[in-house]
């Protein structure tokens, strides 16, 4: 199987300055988000939780209603994923997700601070107590789970790395990139995988190893290397900041698996099912039919016992999460179900106009990757 291109160039050529601008103003947006965030004290030095009964809130819950507002760790600025608008609001699907926990949490989208992260600062952030949860396109691997100290509370979206080329080489695969120059960000899975790959094949390559994924774009514009490898769908966003975005393709070999999901401390079992359980919340939502425009009515009239227990109506799941019966009701009313978020930040009615393919739902014709837990 493999990942889906973005299609209708000239979409992304339009959308292309403004969604530019986008990225600039992500470092100037509000500075109340853009400081460097320091630990809360109600999350330094909390001791191990090894289990919670059902109903009993975890220490990270406890400390995110004292304080009143979830801290999420978000990209810096990636298209379609996290970035500021020329408002300098946080937009994107990740930080949809980030609205949603804050939805159901306190069943405000708005009680949410937004943290921009660094590759290098995700874990560490995470261990310090600076953030709740990381939702920011972070890799699924064992290396990860085993040694960072963190839990991965499952898979928002299925991605998978490639490489990004000027259409005037006439390229049509990666394995005519030998002994190109190829940008890659410096402590990432990309920078693995790209090795992997041209080892396995007997390649030769020039690495261009930047620090951050902007210095990796901005490297590629300014022509430093031939090619630019990283998830295709961060080489989506990149293209649309291109001065002709037309003129670079995204070459059709997807040489690795990248489950995206989010990662919070490993230390809060409780906490990890309240992330887990809103992103099956919202998934499940797409399943049943579930939408943002219909969710108070189906609360309502809904006969379907999946859809009752899903909002609140039947049942005590919320209750088991230490959360309101209707955490969910409150996170689809806030941002919408799955395929609302994906559709409108990365799919038809967003500027990637990227096709849901692995991303898709279990059950669609073709069917997808996105398999939401029952809620029973």
């Known amino acids: 199987m493999t990942i889906p291109m973005p299609s209708r160039l000239h979409r992304l050529f339009a959308a292309g300055t403004a969604l530019a601008a986008a990225l600039v103003l992500t470092a100037c947006g509000g500075d109340d988000d853009r400081k460097a965030a320091t630990p809360d004290d109600d999350l330094a030095g909390l001791p191990p939780v090894e289990a919670t009964a059902p109903g009993t809130i975890g220490p990270t819950l406890a400390a995110v209603r004292r304080r009143g507002r979830l801290n999420c760790g978000v990209h810096e600025g990636l298209v379609g994923f996290a970035y500021t608008d020329n408002r300098g609001q946080w937009r994107g699907f990740d930080v949809d997700f980030c609205r949603a926990m804050a939805a159901a949490i306190f069943n405000n989208?708005?009680?949410?601070?937004?943290?921009?992260?660094?590759?290098?600062?995700?874990?560490?952030?995470?261990?310090?107590?600076?953030?709740?949860?990381?939702?920011?396109?972070?890799?699924?691997?064992m290396d990860r789970d085993v040694t960072e100290d963190v839990s991965f509370a499952g898979t928002n979206y299925y991605d998978g790395q490639g490489f990004m080329v000027r259409r005037a080489l006439n390229l049509g695969s990666a394995t005519e990139l030998n002994g190109a120059r190829i940008c890659v960000q410096a402590e990432?899975?990309?920078?693995l995988n790209l090795a992997d790959y041209?080892?396995?094949?007997?390649?030769?390559?020039?690495?261009?190893?930047?620090?951050?994924?902007e210095q990796a774009r901005r490297a590629y514009a300014d022509e430093r290397c031939d090619a630019f490898t990283a998830d295709v769908s961060a080489l989506a966003a990149a293209r649309t900041t291109l001065a002709n975005p037309e003129q670079h393709a995204?070459?059709?070999?997807?040489?690795?698996?990248?489950?995206?999901?989010?990662?919070?401390?490993r230390d809060d079992p409780h906490w990890t099912r309240v992330v887990r359980w809103t992103l099956n919340?919202?998934?499940?939502a797409e399943e049943y039919g579930v939408t943002r425009d219909t969710v108070a009515d189906q609360?309502?009239?809904?006969?379907?016992?999946?859809?009752r227990r899903?909002?609140?109506?039947?049942?005590?799941?919320?209750?088991?999460?230490g959360l309101s019966d209707r955490w969910a009701f409150?996170?689809?009313?806030?941002?919408?179900?799955?395929?609302?978020?994906?559709?409108?930040?990365?799919?038809?009615?967003?500027a990637l106009d990227l096709a849901r393919g692995l991303n898709a739902q279990w059950n669609a014709t073709p069917g997808g990757l996105i398999y939401g837990l029952p809620i029973r």
């Open 109 to 141: 989208p708005d009680a949410v601070r937004f943290v921009p992260l660094t590759t290098a600062q995700r874990f560490e952030a995470l261990r310090e107590g600076r953030v709740d949860v990381v939702w920011r396109n972070t890799s699924w691997t």
């Open 188 to 191: 990432s899975t990309s920078q």
């Open 198 to 213: 041209f080892r396995l094949r007997g390649l030769e390559y020039e690495p261009v190893v930047v620090a951050t994924e």
């Open 250 to 265: 995204i070459l059709p070999d997807v040489i690795s698996k990248e489950p995206l999901g989010p990662i919070v401390r």
């Open 281 to 284: 919340a919202l998934i499940l």
């Open 299 to 307: 609360a309502e009239q809904a006969r379907d016992p999946r859809v």
């Open 310 to 321: 899903l909002l609140g109506v039947e049942g005590e799941f919320g209750t088991r999460l």
């Open 330 to 350: 409150q996170a689809i009313s806030a941002v919408g179900n799955y395929g609302e978020i994906f559709g409108r930040n990365l799919g038809s009615d967003s």
